[in-house]
């Protein structure tokens, strides 16, 4: 393992996007979210990404520049067309007129187009959190997980993500994937030439396996059965139809084999307490704690609590990558 501060680690992203002629707001927002990945211990959306993003580029799936256009769409509706680019700087455009509209309205959506996605969405939420907002968000990916009942794959891993404010505390936010696991963890399993657990996806023969190769060329699997498999498909429609963008079947046909990021749409939603509770905010807000703190006394953890401790142990140690990572990483700035 090769140790990295965090400064190496943000300069280390910039250096690779800069060299591959990314605009100076792209290579920002890019590296800030493949550095909040490796700082948070989320390896696989971390710095491995960026081999991702440059592959993607280098297939033309990917425009370097793109200038999202903010849209008003309607009174609780933000549009953010982000022409090609990758989804960060879209979302950097609509955040503010989501906070505004939400906060006007008490409810209000950023629906994002056109985008190229591969990060985790707890950094968005962490945005609309801190704006005291409750907030939601989900994007589909490519085709490559069966329905709970089916071998082929058909959803994307298809990400759900929630956040809530708390006073003077991290927030409370859990974002995980409508498949067993995502699929960049078990491509991390792949190049570090591990098993991966039975449950998590089935080969071309549609049986279970344990070899990671096998399962991506395969199919995955749901969480939970057909309740995985119906929020799946919820975000397929939200995220998808209803915003007129692209299914992950759809977004799979786009990348027509070149291996690159998905190609869809996003849509954020935000909540805003004070509308909803008015002057009994902080009282309900109280409530909220009391729900936490049940789930503490019993010795379960809140989601989040993994990463927020690792954040704590990076801003402080920094962070550590598999060498042949970091050699991959050096190959892409000759
Ligand atoms: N852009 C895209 O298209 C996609 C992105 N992704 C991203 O991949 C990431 C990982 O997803 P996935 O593999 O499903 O993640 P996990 O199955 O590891 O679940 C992650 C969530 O569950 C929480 N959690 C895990 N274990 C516990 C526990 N014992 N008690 C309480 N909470 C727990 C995590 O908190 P903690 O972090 O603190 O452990 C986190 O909020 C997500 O950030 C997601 O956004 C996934 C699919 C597609
Ligand atoms: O890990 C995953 O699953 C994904 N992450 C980024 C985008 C594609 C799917």
Not at 6 to 17: F, G, T
Not at 68 to 87: K, N
Not at 117 to 134: D, I, K, N, P, R
Not at 289 to 313: K, M, N
């Given at each position: 393992m090769i140790r990295l501060s965090l400064d190496e680690v943000h300069q280390l992203a910039e250096a690779i996007l800069r060299h591959h002629g990314f605009a100076e707001d792209h290579v920002q927002?890019?590296?800030?979210?493949?550095?909040?990945?490796?700082?948070?211990?989320?390896a696989s959306h971390g710095l491995w990404r960026l081999l991702g993003c440059i592959d993607t580029l280098r297939a033309?799936?990917?425009?370097?520049?793109?200038?999202?256009?903010?849209?008003?769409?309607?009174?609780?509706?933000?549009?953010?067309?982000?022409?090609?680019?990758f989804a960060?700087?879209?979302?950097?455009?609509?955040?503010?007129?989501?906070?505004?509209?939400?906060?006007?309205?008490?409810?209000?959506?950023?629906?994002i187009n056109h985008c190229v996605?591969?990060?985790?969405?707890?950094?968005?939420?962490?945005?609309?959190?801190e704006a005291g907002l409750v907030a939601l968000a989900c994007t589909p990916s490519h085709a490559w997980v069966a329905p709970a009942g089916g071998r082929k794959p058909l959803f994307g891993?298809?990400?759900?993500?929630?956040?809530?404010?708390?006073?003077?505390?991290?927030?409370?936010?859990?974002?995980?994937?409508?498949?067993?696991i995502a699929r960049g963890e078990i491509q991390l399993h792949e190049r570090a030439g591990k098993a991966?657990?039975?449950?998590?996806?089935?080969d071309v023969e549609g049986q279970p396996s344990t070899d990671?190769?096998?399962?991506?060329?395969?199919?995955?699997?749901?969480?939970?059965?057909?309740?995985?498999?119906?929020?799946?498909?919820?975000?397929?429609?939200?995220?998808?139809?209803?915003?007129?963008?692209?299914?992950?079947v759809e977004s799979q046909a786009w990348d027509a084999g070149t291996g690159s990021s998905p190609y869809h749409g996003e849509l954020i939603i935000a909540l805003d307490p004070k509308r909803f509770l008015g002057d009994a905010v902080d009282e309900h807000l109280a409530r909220a704690e009391a729900l936490f703190a049940g789930i503490e006394d019993q010795g379960a953890r809140l989601p989040s609590q993994r990463r927020y401790e690792a954040r704590a142990r990076s801003l402080k140690d920094g962070v550590e990558i598999p060498e042949k990572l970091y050699e991959d990483l050096r190959a892409l700035l000759r």
């Amino acid at each position: 393992m090769i140790r990295l501060s965090l400064d190496e680690v943000h300069q280390l992203a910039e250096a690779i996007l800069r060299h591959h002629g990314f605009a100076e707001d792209h290579v920002q927002a890019v590296a800030d979210a493949v550095f909040a990945g490796e700082r948070d211990a989320c390896a696989s959306h971390g710095l491995w990404r960026l081999l991702g993003c440059i592959d993607t580029l280098r297939a033309g799936k990917v425009v370097p520049d793109a200038e999202p256009e903010v849209i008003d769409q309607a009174p609780a509706i933000v549009r953010v067309d982000a022409r090609g680019g990758f989804a960060q700087v879209a979302f950097q455009r609509g955040v503010p007129v989501l906070v505004e509209k939400a906060r006007q309205a008490g409810i209000a959506a950023l629906a994002i187009n056109h985008c190229v996605h591969f990060s985790a969405l707890w950094a968005e939420l962490e945005v609309l959190t801190e704006a005291g907002l409750v907030a939601l968000a989900c994007t589909p990916s490519h085709a490559w997980v069966a329905p709970a009942g089916g071998r082929k794959p058909l959803f994307g891993t298809n990400p759900i993500a929630f956040g809530w404010p708390r006073a003077g505390r991290d927030p409370f936010i859990f974002d995980f994937a409508t498949s067993a696991i995502a699929r960049g963890e078990i491509q991390l399993h792949e190049r570090a030439g591990k098993a991966i657990p039975l449950g998590w996806g089935i080969d071309v023969e549609g049986q279970p396996s344990t070899d990671a190769s096998a399962v991506l060329k395969g199919a995955m699997l749901t969480f939970g059965g057909h309740k995985g498999s119906a929020l799946s498909a919820m975000v397929e429609l939200i995220a998808g139809p209803l915003i007129g963008d692209l299914t992950s079947v759809e977004s799979q046909a786009w990348d027509a084999g070149t291996g690159s990021s998905p190609y869809h749409g996003e849509l954020i939603i935000a909540l805003d307490p004070k509308r909803f509770l008015g002057d009994a905010v902080d009282e309900h807000l109280a409530r909220a704690e009391a729900l936490f703190a049940g789930i503490e006394d019993q010795g379960a953890r809140l989601p989040s609590q993994r990463r927020y401790e690792a954040r704590a142990r990076s801003l402080k140690d920094g962070v550590e990558i598999p060498e042949k990572l970091y050699e991959d990483l050096r190959a892409l700035l000759r």
